[in-house]
């Protein structure tokens, strides 16, 4: 999807010369991703190229190794992934979505290959990331990582902000008493 219909991307093999690529899933630290590669396109004048990479469920996946409905279902799930994928950017960018060139590119398979691969050819890959640590990162594995190590265009990791003003500070004296504790 583009919000212009005179933006054509220029081709580079398989993959779009010049742009911005940010990766979307619905997280904060996507949204802040696409916001951050937003300004960057303003700065520097060049189009963002979204991408949101899907995988089937456990439920889909089956119903594919059964081989009831295959077509109808991947065309199901792949509107679908666009329907969020393009409400995830409009929802980053509010109006601003609509001064940019962008243009969403969803693709079936893991996030970190799709996005690597959507880069080639990129000025930019711009990714979210949740810092995962320890155990959770083990086992989910690290979009973020994977597109540092193997991207072949500069990478830029954004946080989402996690503190909110307004939650309530826990004081410090709260376990104050008037004796000793047991």
Known sequence: MTNNENYKPTLSGNHKAGEIVVGVDGSPAAAAAVRWAAQQSRLVGIPMCVVHAWQLGSFESAALTAGSGTTDLLQAASADARARGTQWVNDALGAEGTRLLWRLEVTEGAPGPALVAESRGAHLLVIGTK????????????????????????????????????????????????GPLL
Do not use: I
């Open 131 to 178: 810092e995962h640590t320890g155990l959770r990162r083990a086992v989910h594995g690290s979009v973020s990582h994977y597109c540092v190590s193997h991207a072949e265009v500069p990478v830029v990791a954004v946080s989402a902000t996690q503190v909110s003003p307004h939650k309530e500070r826990v004081s410090h004296d709260v376990f104050a008493t008037s």
